[in-house]
């Protein structure tokens, strides 16, 4: 069952290979490395983390970003749905002392109190919710976030040739013979309207080649 993130997530990461296969489509260690510093190098550019900030990836996976994230931030948590990726990402971050990991049910932030979080970011994620639990998580973002502290999602972007193509590959695939996890596009009103709904603003969007990334900021008061 789609819904069921915890089955799904848990059983395509039992082993370190298939773990990074699942986040990177690749176990290549280098490949992984790279794409890692290109998420890290936007949210520097565009979302902005300081060297003060706590910050909280929703389903982090094996640590791809977080590897890089955890050095330009205070303090890094690694929050994710299967135990498995957790584990994983917890031996690819062992060199870092300011990175803790929690797990999640899959719909909500509870582990994190209210108002301690400088930036949250979920990448490569909201394609494998839907819809209801992909807000869950900018409700709960909102919640978690101090004043003035930032939100940056992304998905894979319908409206884009790229996006597209995704659609199409997926479209082909018989219904039945579905995974759970199959990525599913979005558009990127969909995600402004997430962000606004739930109260953020200062909301930007920035549709790239695949994903759109939408970024946003919760009120100072
Ligand atoms: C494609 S991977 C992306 C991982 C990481 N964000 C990255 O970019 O490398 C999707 C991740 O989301 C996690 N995940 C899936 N559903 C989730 C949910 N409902 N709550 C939290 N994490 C979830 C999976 O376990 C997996 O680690």
């Known amino acids: 069952m789609r819904s069921d993130y915890k ?9 370190k290979s298939q773990a990074f296969k699942s986040v990177a489509a690749t176990d290549d260690e280098a490949e992984v490395e790279r ?4 998420t890290t190098q936007f949210l520097l550019e565009n979302v902005g983390i300081t060297s003060d900030d706590v910050v909280l990836e929703i389903g982090c996976g094996i640590g ?3 590897k890089f994230v955890a050095r330009h931030c205070k303090r890094w948590i690694g929050a994710d749905v299967s135990p498995n990726m957790l584990k994983y990402a917890a031996e ?30 979920c990448t490569v994620v909201f394609p494998h919710l839907m819809q209801w639990d992909r807000y869950a998580y900018v409700e ?14 992304d998905a894979v972007n ?9 659609f199409e590959a997926h479209r082909a695939i018989l219904p ?4 759970p996890e199959i990525g599913e596009c979005s558009t990127p009103q969909e995600l402004v309207e997430y962000l606004r709904r ?21 009120p100072k008061s």
């Open 7 to 15: 089955q799904s997530w848990t059983t395509v990461s039992k082993t």
């Open 35 to 38: 794409s890692g510093q290109a």
């Open 64 to 66: 791809r970003a977080g």
């Open 92 to 121: 690819n971050l062992r060199q870092f002392h300011n990175v803790e990991f929690v797990e999640l049910t899959g719909y909500d932030l509870k582990p994190i109190a209210t108002g301690s979080i400088d930036v949250v970011y």
């Open 140 to 153: 709960e973002a909102f919640r978690v976030l101090r004043g003035g502290g930032k939100l940056y999602v």
């Open 158 to 166: 319908l409206c884009s040739d790229a996006g597209w193509k995704v």
């Open 176 to 179: 039945l013979e579905r995974v």
């Open 198 to 218: 739930a109260g953020f603003e200062s909301i930007k969007s920035k549709p790239g080649d695949e994903l759109v990334a939408v970024w946003g900021q919760k």
